[in-house]
């Protein structure tokens, strides 16, 4: 893996902001010329520490959707199978390994409180989850996720 300096922070924050922002304008906000820029960018994508582009979505354009966080606990062989089947649950967006309480984090989307319902269900159902807590999003108030 490659080494990150202060300028590729600063220009992995500018796109985390703005991932459609031309080059050369990051060049102006980073002191840099486009083609530098561009050479970093190509650089960080060809390293594997840009995965890719993604579209980030407004509260108002969410609006409707069901966002919830569940904590599972498991017991400690089933990990590998319980990832398999959480995979294959459409609403599940995310999952995590943790510490304390919990072992895995899973977030889930999901069109209304009945789909979110059943998810649990299904999840609840697992060979290996032991306890689940759930818990619902109301709103986001802090979004520095890139």
Do not use: W
């Not at 050479?39 to 520490?49: F, H």
């Not at 993604?54 to 990832?83: C, F, M, N």
């Not at 979110?116 to 999003?137: F, K, N, P």
């Amino acid at each position: 893996m490659i080494e990150l300096d202060e300028t590729d922070h600063r220009l992995l924050a500018l796109l985390g902001a703005n991932a459609r922002a031309p080059v050369a304008k990051i060049g102006t906000k980073l002191g840099l010329a486009r083609t530098t820029v561009q050479a970093r960018l190509d650089r960080l994508e060809r390293n594997g520490i840009i995965a890719g582009y993604t579209v980030k979505l407004s509260e108002d354009a969410r609006a409707g959707q069901i966002r919830a966080t569940v904590l599972i606990h498991i017991t400690p062989a089933a990990q590998s199978a319980v990832l398999r089947q959480l995979e294959r649950l459409p609403a599940v967006e995310r999952v995590h390994t943790t510490s304390g309480r919990f072992d895995l984090a899973c977030q889930l989307r999901t069109q209304s409180t009945l789909a979110l319902d059943e998810t649990l269900d299904r999840i609840g159902e697992i060979e290996g989850v032991l306890a689940m807590e759930s818990l619902i999003h109301l709103s986001t108030r802090i979004d520095r996720a890139v």
